[in-house]
């Protein structure tokens, strides 16, 4: 047998405890805890101040060190919005026409994922193709909405904004008015792997600003709109913002900025944009099969995360009454990606998914068009 990653996991899974239960704890996000106040106001020194340890694997040669910008070039025909993506040229691709800057991603971030979150919602972060016709599409040339649109009600499907690394940054709030900040569903970088398996940020990643500096902007909403840091460009304290955050800057355009509390980011859309179906439309989608969310231990907390190999090969780790459990999952030769679950209650068992369809955070129940992919739920081993 040629020895792959895929069977590596296999054997692994094969190794352990065949011991097959059924949880029936459903996951649940009802009952918010709230944050302390000081977890809020310690929000950005949190993710400034991440050591090399909570940096997993090859990633830590390109940890951000604050105070240390890159400076990039600007040529004669790139448009302004393009520079703070520049910053991350290793993340991302971009072209742009008169219209629109494409930007293109795996969205996947240099920093570690998933590690401080207490509700999870049993998705795991898994390189995405937004690229050629799925690439992230900002406007060059925004204009405003003869009627602002707020985030508040509605807008809570797909992305509002896209971060210079080349993640989505996706509405705070859910559906149902809940603040995924403050209900603890989100990592130390304020991301979390949403419903197509995709990471995406909740709230503002202010991490970024270690490379960018206060002059650029952290992200760009999807109306075309830049958003800055917790100052304005040139470092001054913003003025006072509207209820989306937003306001005329010292050079007569209009800008959204980061907050540590709600919005956090954009609190809507001062610019055109579309929306179908309860998004800004178009954007792009998930390419991975859709399935059932893995139904962790409802006191689970998510402790560790490595790249085992970019792209290819991750591992997760979630302890829940004293005990840990992990989650491998490997990209297979033929594209598959294989899961293998070794639970701290004894269950080993593997489950593998196939790209090719879509499908999207917070798709209506039942309203979603059938995945493409092949499926299979976790399969126990048993000997
Ligand atoms: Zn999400
Ligand atoms: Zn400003």
Not at 49 to 65: D, N, Q, R, V
Not at 192 to 216: R, S
């Amino acid at each position: 047998m040629k020895l792959t990653i895929g069977n590596l996991c296999l054997a692994i899974c094969l190794l352990g405890l065949a011991v097959f239960e059924q949880r029936g704890n459903a996951h649940s996000l009802e009952g918010d805890e709230v944050h302390s106040h000081r977890d809020v106001v310690d929000w950005p020194k949190n993710l400034l101040s991440l050591g090399e340890g909570e940096i997993s694997g090859f990633m830590a040669t390109s940890l951000p060190t604050a105070g240390k910008t890159k400076s990039v070039k600007r040529y004669a025909d790139t448009p302004v919005q393009a520079l703070p993506f520049q910053v991350f040229s290793k993340a991302v691709n971009l072209r742009w026409d008169e219209n629109h800057l494409f930007v293109e991603s795996n969205g996947m971030p240099e920093h570690s994922m998933m590690v401080g979150i207490r509700r999870w919602i049993g998705r795991f972060p898994m390189p995405q193709s937004y690229r050629g016709r799925n690439a992230w599409a900002i406007p060059l040339n925004p204009k405003p909405a003869a009627v602002p649109r707020s985030a508040r009600t509605g807008f809570y499907r797909g992305a509002i904004a896209m971060a210079a690394n080349g993640v989505p940054i996706f509405n705070p709030l859910t559906n149902g008015g809940r603040d995924t900040f403050l209900s603890k569903e989100l990592d130390r970088f304020g991301g979390h792997a949403g419903n197509g398996e995709d990471y995406h940020y909740h709230i503002a990643p202010l991490h970024l600003q270690a490379q960018l500096g206060p002059e650029h902007p952290i992200a760009y909403a999807l109306d075309g709109y830049p958003i800055y840091g917790l100052t304005e460009p040139n470092g001054q304290a913003t003025g006072r913002l509207d209820a989306f955050n937003g306001h005329i800057g010292p050079n007569g355009d209009y800008h959204y900025h980061s907050s540590m509390s709600y919005p956090y980011v954009n609190g809507g859309f001062h610019g055109v944009v579309q929306e179908r179906g309860g998004q800004v439309d178009p954007q792009p989608r998930s390419t991975l099969s859709r399935r059932q969310p893995f139904r962790a231990d409802r006191n689970a907390v998510i402790t560790g995360f490595q790249v085992i190999e970019p792209n290819r090969h991750y591992r997760l780790q979630y302890a829940a009454q004293g005990a840990v459990s992990s989650v491998e999952y490997s990209k297979g030769e033929s594209g598959e990606w294989r899961f293998c679950f070794r639970l701290s209650n004894g269950f080993v068992g593997e489950e593998t998914i196939v790209e090719g369809s879509s499908t999207g955070e917070g798709q209506p129940p039942g309203g979603a068009p059938r995945g493409r992919g092949d499926r299979r739920r976790p399969r126990p081993h048993r000997r």
